[in-house]
Nanobody, 117 residues
Framework: QVQLVESGGGLAQPGGSLRLSCAAS????????MGWNRQAPGKQRELVAR???????NYADSVKGRFTISRDNVKNTVYLQMNSLEPEDTAVYYC???????????WGQGTQVTVSS
């Protein structure tokens, strides 16, 4: 069992930055693929970025070049650095952990990100 707790959300201005963190409990964090997903009001949840246990990453086209996912296997934490934020990035951001890059086995409770002037 893995428990995930997100933090770092809040209000940012367009063009600004935020860094989200997701702390994972339990052992064997390093073997899981980790990801960030988001859900805007009235829309389906969508993948933002994922990072494999070996550090390989993939990103949604809409965030490439602006967002960076990283992980610290000592701190059992995955991060999402978000730069050049746009109002369209406004959503609840959820962290997930999976046994592979194609599985979503555990979810956090979500953290709100609002981009507005």
């Amino acid at each position: 069992q893995v428990q995930l707790v997100e933090s770092g959300g809040g209000l940012a201005q367009p063009g600004g930055s935020l860094r989200l963190s997701c702390a994972a409990s339990g052992s064997r964090f390093s073997i899981y693929a980790m990801g960030w997903n988001r859900q805007a009001p009235g829309k389906q949840r969508e993948l933002v970025a994922r990072i494999a246990s070996n550090g390989d990453t993939n990103y949604a086209d809409s965030v490439k070049g602006r967002f960076t996912i990283s992980r610290d296997n000592v701190k059992n934490t995955v991060y999402l650095q978000m730069n050049s934020l746009e109002p369209e990035d406004t959503a609840v951001y959820y962290c997930d952990a999976g046994a592979s890059m194609f599985r979503y086995d555990y979810w956090g409770q979500g953290t709100q990100v609002t981009v507005s002037s």
